[in-house]
């Protein structure tokens, strides 16, 4: 059984790159008449405003991609990562680590070996990191082909020094607690994934499909993001909103018609076809 998902951290509200990701996703799973699942990736609560998960739940509601499950929330997890950083740390793939990012930054990446080797808790505030032995990995991406990204440190974090649990682990343990069969996710997370392969190997957990999709890209061809200030999404707009995604996504255009968004999805899904969907990032003209 297909099982995909749309994973937003509620760091604002969704904006057309956004709900880019998301359409692709949801016509992934329902053209290939699987499950489509919402996890909200809120493991970093200073940075996530109050308002977002409700703005999020609503502006997904509205362009018609409702959660075939109950919707995942990363903050009842913790237990489980808990457990993971515990099997790492005992089987020896994970260390304590206190340099701090200038010492990295000086030492390029490499931990002292008094580091590298901590398998006791400090005593102070320190992060968790797993090793990350390989400089590069390949792996087969449904939409890209065969990719094969370098990994420049030797090691990434798990748990924050602030106590915080890192997306890389998070977003692994989560798949597999959710049986996720296929993720559909930006480009940008393409430099994540050796990570998420090595923790996914680790822990003995499956690994998913993976299909990075093009990015949308800002009048200064910057991703759109929250970060680069993108509108949030114009909810009033969502027939347009999803026809835009759908033209984005390489898809052929539906009948004038369809004027409403559930029977756009459905016509979408009928004729989904994702040898259509670029391979190079999109400049975006209109931002709503
Ligand atoms: N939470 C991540 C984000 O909003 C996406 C995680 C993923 O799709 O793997 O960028």
């Known amino acids: 059984m297909y099982r995909g998902r749309f994973a937003p951290s ?85 260390f304590y680590c206190t340099c701090s990012r200038q010492d990295l930054a000086v030492a390029r990446e490499q931990h002292p070996p008094q580091c590298a080797n901590s398998k006791q808790s400090p005593g102070v505030p320190a992060s968790i990191r797993v090793h990350m032995p390989a400089d590069r990995y390949s792996f087969e991406d449904a939409l890209l082909g065969h990719v094969d990204v370098p990994v420049t440190e030797d090691s990434f974090v798990i748990r924050r020094k602030d106590g915080l649990f890192a997306y890389h682990l998070a977003v692994v343990v989560d798949d597999a607690f959710q049986h996720i069969s296929h993720v559909v996710r930006g480009r940008d997370l393409l430099d994540s994934t050796p990570y998420h392969l090595r923790l996914q190997h680790l822990l003995g957990l499956p690994t998913p499909v993976y299909s990075h999709l093009p990015l949308l890209l800002n009048d200064q061809g910057r991703k759109l993001s929250k970060q680069n200030l993108a509108d949030p999404l114009d909810d009033d707009m969502a027939p347009d909103n999803l026809r835009f995604c759908l033209e984005a996504l390489g898809q052929p255009q539906a009948p004038a018609r369809l004027g409403d968004c559930a029977s756009l999805l459905a016509w979408a899904v009928e004729h989904w076809d994702c040898s259509r969907v670029p391979r190079h990032d999109l400049p975006v003209t209109r931002q709503t």
């Open 10 to 94: 509620p760091t604002g509200p969704l904006h057309l790159g956004s709900l880019f990701t998301a359409v692709a996703s949801w016509l992934s799973a329902k053209a290939a008449r699987g499950q489509w699942l919402l996890r909200i990736e809120d493991i970093d609560p200073p940075r996530e405003p109050p308002s977002a998960i409700g703005r999020i739940f609503s502006s997904l509601r509205t362009h018609g991609l409702v959660s075939d499950e109950t919707v995942l929330l990363q903050r009842d997890r913790h237990e489980a990562y808990a457990a993971a950083v515990e099997d790492l740390l005992a089987a020896e793939h994970a």
